[in-house]
């Protein structure tokens, strides 16, 4: 993909093809400097051998039963209405993409004989074109052979509004046709850089046309297959159980070889992290644990002499603080935060600036996430590629307060600050969780200490994320001068991640608060960049133009970025899971085995 | 009798009419909705989730979605789960026999402790017996049994390694070792569901003996030269069961009902875990079924109740 691309490039220099000035000057071209080229010279050269997942097993099976543990268990087993992880993540047992992201964020086959490329004639130059071929022999469980209606089929299914598919952004803006059995050809509406959204990851799961064709459309649900798959995947499905159990068994006719290595898989659900984290960790009941939201403290106690360990998938999810452009406390036209206030406080540069010096992002990190985070001064931390080295974070009370001071903000006589009448008094909402209760307490300490007042807010998560257009407590709304949640980066291209921001996106009653834009920031350098960037075909351009969008953030303390967080599981000493931040954590489950 | 019966049920109806319109509009006025997953995620556009809301009629006016329930549910349509938009019913009857085997083994073990313990003791008050029989009920029924659980699992699980902590609907084995796998593997459930029930049932059966055991005619059956158990048994207790009968029969709702917290420190499948999941997902279709369903056995088992005690005591007459 992109980083293909890149990397041709940077194999241009390494060949010879393309002097290393020449490529410097390019960069240089479009606002990066020279270190920053040398190292995406260096980036390119270090990853250039693209090392595919070690898999030492010489045979398929034999490895007894995979057992693991969600702590929430799938309710469905249909990728295109899986609506949490947890649902993708047992659809992904039995269902596979084209392709899947490895733990570098690149593009690894699956059901695809190749990963498209401009050499390979896969991609065209326009970027408006790409040609998927699969692999030839794959068959689907019930012995029918895949085939490319079977991909125009899930590009048909997803995207008729009447199936209404969770799955039908990818597949959006796109058409898929038929060039022979084993190849079609994608053409995007407008050039599109970032292709490897269809067919590829969690919505890129594939479902039978001959068991789904009769139920496309307002009949979507009634499909007897919504609740036994028969995919492609390593394992075939055996029962299920919504909330408490999935099972399958070894697919034989498996089209990838000496895999899967285990001989059935189990998927339990249910209970809560830490019992989790416990029987996997201590008493070894189960072989792997997702999402484990538990304190390091606790999986560091339990880590002690136990029978597994916690692992880390680094990806893009940022934990951060949004910052309120519009007036909470104003209502215009029956609505609050709206585009036609401003806020009295926040809307001062040294106010917000002063803010992001009073979050303690190393205490956040030591006292809360511990392994699990990385304290950051990006919105965007990944891939390698598109994160700034251009911003910087600090926490100093006194800089703070030297800030405020500086633009007129003085301490009345309640020791809160204020200007022109206006106090320094900011409510401060997140959603119910330990450890973003926890943050917001460090925040605020941190706040009284420079004279600004911190009320804090706890809404229960299944409200603050709603889309109910009746709720005010809603993060879309934000009926607050600051809050915090996470957002979590589904795919290694920063794409979608940024254009969220775009002044096109606004959260308004107009759109029911529909728009992500939900700090209500305008900047036109920033639309400008990531208009530009959706369709900039050149890597090495648009990857600076995402790294300029980020700098605008940061310059202009759109958002303050709390933590970058990692994903993290949980394994038995012996298991070796293939896991990428980048993907959900079944993604690769063929590449799964088990050692001694 | 059976007239009785009759006008009993007839009355019910209305009342579980009433009962199921305050669920539905306490359910409908309750913020959130079941989609909010998708709500951060960059890959699914806002128009998704708000067309799911307009496709599974969340948008409707309450009074609406309360007369489709309504004319679903009498046609025996329960109605379709949003969260893994399966059915209702297939839902609840494939978490049934966990619950029942659970939960039930639980109440028996605590009718098995509770009503000999219980009489026991009532016949020798303030002994060394009934003093310790009582200071454990307080005991027991002091802690709760998340917190029980959590210590069982500690003990037992985390310490030993004698019990599974995470019980298994599906046990790879066959015959005996299946059996005893299911009995193993509910052990601590039930132990901790079990002795927590036994403690206030104990002090039940204790005070429901004690009122009986010094009645007159309890006397009068010892001075004919009746002995100690003949006495206890056909005398006091079959007078003293009417009250207990009441106590259990208001309890058998539960057994179907599940037991929320127990059932989600075990990961047991049951009814309660259902519930509380699907109420933390905004799952009306199942709340509404599970609560209903919930609120038709109690009205049921208090009638079974009501002709129970006929049974016990001839004197009461129904009519």
């Given at each position: 993909m992109l980083d293909k691309e890149l990397r041709s490039m940077i194999g241009d220099v390494k060949d010879g093809r393309m002097d290393r000035r020449a490529f410097i000057q390019r960069l240089a071209a479009v606002g990066l400097t020279a270190p920053l080229a040398n190292q995406i010279l260096a980036i390119g050269g270090v990853a250039?051998?693209?090392?595919?997942?070690?898999?030492?097993?010489?045979?398929?099976?034999?490895?007894?039963p995979l057992k693991l543990l969600w702590w929430?268990?799938?309710?469905?087993?249909n990728p295109h209405f899986a609506t949490g992880t947890k649902d993708q993540d047992g659809s992904r047992l039995f269902y596979e993409p084209l392709a899947s992201w490895d733990v570098d964020g690149h593009l690894n086959p699956i059901l695809a004989a190749e990963i498209p490329s401009i050499k390979n004639g896969g991609l065209s130059a326009d970027a408006k074109t790409v040609i998927w071929k699969l692999k030839p022999g794959v068959k689907w469980h019930d012995g029918k052979p895949v085939t490319a209606d079977d991909l125009v089929f899930n590009w048909e299914y997803a995207s008729?509004?009447?199936?209404?598919?969770?799955?039908?952004g990818p597949y959006s803006d796109l058409t898929v046709e038929k060039i022979d059995d084993l190849t079609i050809r994608i053409t995007f509406k407008n050039p599109t850089?970032?292709?490897?959204?269809?067919?590829?990851g969690a919505y890129g799961c594939i479902i039978p046309k001959h068991l789904f064709a009769e139920y496309k459309?307002?009949?979507?649900?009634?499909?007897?297959?919504?609740?036994?798959p028969v995919g492609t995947g390593p394992y075939k499905f055996v029962e299920f159980k919504p909330g408490d159990l999935v099972r399958g068994e070894i697919n034989?006719?498996?089209?990838?070889?000496?895999?899967?290595?285990?001989?059935s898989i189990e998927m339990k659900g249910g209970g809560d992290a830490v019992s989790a984290a416990r029987a996997v960790i201590?008493?070894?009941?189960?072989?792997f644990a997702w999402n484990?939201?538990?304190e390091d403290e606790v999986l560091l106690r339990l880590e002690k002499g136990g029978k597994g360990k916690t692992l880390y998938a680094v990806g893009g999810d940022i934990e951060f603080i949004a910052i309120n452009?519009?007036?909470?406390?104003t209502e215009v036209d029956g609505e609050?935060?709206?585009?036609?206030?401003?806020?009295?406080?926040?809307?001062?540069p040294a106010v917000r600036q002063a803010l992001a010096l009073l979050v303690d992002r190393d205490s956040i990190k030591k006292a809360i996430?511990?392994?699990a985070g990385r304290a950051t001064a990006n919105y965007l931390n990944g891939p390698d590629d598109f994160v700034s080295k251009n911003t910087k974070w600090e926490f100093s009370v006194e800089k703070a307060i030297a800030l405020l001071e500086k633009a007129g903000w003085k301490a009345g006589a309640d020791g809160i600050r204020e200007k022109d009448g206006k106090k320094l008094k900011f409510v401060y909402q997140t959603s119910i969780n330990g450890p973003r209760q926890k943050t917001q307490a460090i925040v605020k300490q941190a706040c009284q200490k420079a004279g600004i007042d911190v009320e804090l807010k706890s809404v229960v998560a299944s409200v603050f994320f709603s889309?109910?257009?009746?709720?005010?407590?809603t993060y879309s709304k934000f009926y607050a001068d600051i809050e915090m949640f996470q957002i979590p980066m589904?795919?290694?291209?920063?794409g979608l991640h940024m254009r969220?921001?775009?002044?096109?996106?606004l959260a308004t009653k107009e759109n029911k608060w529909q728009?992500?834009?939900?700090?209500r920031w305008v900047n036109k350098d920033f639309d400008a960049a990531v208009d530009a960037a959706d369709t900039e075909t050149d890597p090495v351009k648009r990857a600076a133009l995402y790294i300029k969008c980020n700098d605008l953030m940061w310059q202009d303390t759109v958002v303050i970025p709390v933590m970058h967080r990692l994903a993290v599981e949980a394994a038995s000493n012996t298991l070796r899971p293939a896991l990428?931040?980048?993907?959900?954590?079944?993604?690769?489950?063929?590449d799964w085995y088990r050692e001694g | 009798m059976s007239q009785y019966v009759l006008r009993r049920l007839m009355i019910a109806i209305p009342s579980l009419l009433g009962i199921s319109l305050v669920l539905f509009v306490v359910l409908a006025l309750?913020?959130?909705?079941?989609?909010?997953?998708?709500?951060?995620?960059?890959?699914?556009?806002p128009e998704v989730q708000q067309a799911l809301r307009a496709r599974f009629g969340l948008d409707d006016p309450i009074y609406l979605r309360y007369l489709h329930w309504l004319n679903a549910m009498l046609h025996g349509d329960w109605g379709f789960s949003?969260?893994?938009?399966?059915?209702v019913d297939t839902l609840i009857l494939q978490r049934l026999p966990a619950t029942l085997y659970v939960i039930g083994s639980a109440q028996i073990l605590a009718l098995l402790i509770a009503i000999p313990v219980g009489v026991y003791a009532a016949t020798k008050p303030y002994s060394l017996f009934d003093q310790i029989a009582n200071t454990l009920a307080f005991v027991g029924f002091s802690l709760p049994t998340f917190f029980t659980g959590i210590l069982f699992i500690l003990i037992f699980?985390?310490?030993?390694?004698?019990?599974?902590f995470v019980y298994t609907t599906d046990i790879k084995a066959t015959g005996i070792h299946y059996v005893l796998e299911m009995i193993r593997q509910a052990i601590m459930p039930v132990a901790v569901l079990g002795l927590f029930q036994a403690a206030s049932m104990t002090r039940f059966v204790r005070s429901a003996m004690l009122d009986v055991i010094r009645l007159d005619y309890v006397t009068t059956a010892r001075a004919k030269g009746l002995g100690q158990a003949n006495v206890i048994v056909k005398h006091v207790m079959r007078n003293a069961m009417i009250p207990v009968v009441t106590l259990i029969a208001l309890q058998m709702p539960a057994v179907f009902g599940g037991a929320i917290v127990t059932e989600q420190i075990f990961r047991i499948p049951g009814i309660g875990s259902l519930l509380i999941s699907s109420i933390l997902s905004n799952d009306t279709p199942v709340v509404m079924a599970v609560t209903f369903v919930f609120a038709c056995l109690v009205v049921l088992f208090n009638l079974i109740a009501d002709v129970l005690y006929g049974w016990l005591d001839p004197r009461i007459s129904l009519r």
């Open positions: 250039m051998a693209q090392s595919p997942s070690p898999y030492p097993p010489t045979k398929r099976g034999g490895g007894g929430q268990g799938p309710t469905l087993l008729d509004p009447a199936t209404a598919a969770v799955s039908s850089p970032f292709w490897a959204n269809a067919f590829v459309g307002g009949k979507s649900r009634e499909a007897p297959n919504n609740l036994k034989l006719d498996y089209h990838m070889a000496n895999r899967p290595f285990f001989d201590q008493t070894g009941e189960y072989d484990m939201q538990v452009f519009t007036d909470p406390n609050r935060s709206s585009l036609k206030t401003k806020h009295p406080t926040l809307s001062d996430y511990g392994r889309s109910d257009v009746a709720n005010p407590d589904t795919q290694p291209d920063p969220r921001y775009h002044s096109r996106n728009g992500q834009n939900f700090p990428s931040g980048w993907a959900n954590q079944t993604d690769n489950l063929q | 309750a913020p959130g909705d079941p989609f909010s997953e998708l709500a951060t995620n960059p890959n699914v556009p949003f969260v893994s938009r399966m059915n699980s985390v310490t030993l390694d004698w019990l599974p």
